[in-house]
């Protein structure tokens, strides 16, 4: 079953815009959710992450928004950028897990110049 | 810089064949995975290893089965290849313990089962 679910599919934004991607998780035993971006030809590689000890997590133009009472998580890029356009994947795991984590449908997000 | 490599960026094999897919990691990491990437469906695991000769199923690890006789390298064997199997190959590494231990991945393997 799909324990992280991902939207959208894709995303098209303009140079200087926000773009937003969000993701639900059923397991209310998650308690680590991080980001990983994919550029074409490319591994994905981690990004940002966050625990549920916090509400948010900034990182330059990126951050995590979290709801622990929603299940839900949020990446904001702010001012996005042409070399942002990649695809993104959220993810989730138990914090006491072996490292195996779980990732939604990926974001292609394409920032028109 | 740490690295995971694999052994073809892109292989083209015939319904029934064997299939090998090597991960080579140099980062010393306990953990290693090996994924498939399909559109619309994310990175879904097909499977882990923890530890040498240890392994662990994934997600969907129908048809495949891994090797892992040396730390450093991680193999996903397609014992009879089917068309169904077409899809991008990712191998990771990352050290254990803890689930916030970054994953390492290698740029993939896309196989074209004919």
């Known amino acids: 079953q799909q324990q992280v679910k991902q939207s959208p599919q894709s995303l098209i934004v303009q140079k200087g815009g926000i773009s937003i991607i969000n993701c639900a998780y059923e397991?209310?035993?998650?308690?680590?959710f991080p980001w990983y971006q994919q550029f074409p030809g490319k591994g994905p590689a981690l990004l940002i992450a966050?625990?549920?000890?916090?509400s948010e997590k900034k990182e330059g133009r990126f951050t995590i928004s979290f709801n622990k009472s929603a299940k839900q998580f949020s990446l904001h890029i702010m001012d996005s950028q042409p070399g942002d356009s990649a695809t993104y994947f959220c993810?989730?795991?138990?914090?006491?897990?072996?490292?195996?984590?779980?990732f939604g449908q990926g974001t292609t997000l394409q920032v028109k110049p | 810089d740490v690295k995971v490599t694999q052994s073809s960026r892109y292989l083209v094999k015939r319904t029934g064949e064997k299939v090998f897919l090597e991960c080579v990691q140099d980062?010393?990491?306990?953990?290693m995975f090996w994924y498939r990437q399909d559109p619309g469906l994310g990175l879904r695991l097909i499977y882990f290893?923890?530890?040498?000769?240890?392994?662990e199923k994934g997600d969907i690890p129908e048809g495949y089965s891994v090797s892992r006789e040396k730390k450093e390298r991680f193999s996903l064997i397609l014992e009879s290849a089917s068309t169904n199997q077409t899809s991008m190959y990712l191998c990771?590494?990352?050290?254990?313990?803890?689930?916030?231990?970054?994953?390492?991945f290698g740029p993939g393997t896309r196989l074209t089962v004919l």
């Open positions: 990771a590494s990352s050290s254990s313990g803890r689930a916030d231990n970054e994953q390492f």
């Open positions: 397991n209310t035993a998650f308690d680590y």
């Open positions: 966050i625990r549920p000890d916090v």
């Open positions: 993810a989730a795991s138990r914090f006491s897990n072996t490292g195996k984590l779980i």
């Open positions: 980062m010393d990491h306990e953990n």
């Open positions: 290893s923890y530890d040498v000769k240890m392994k």
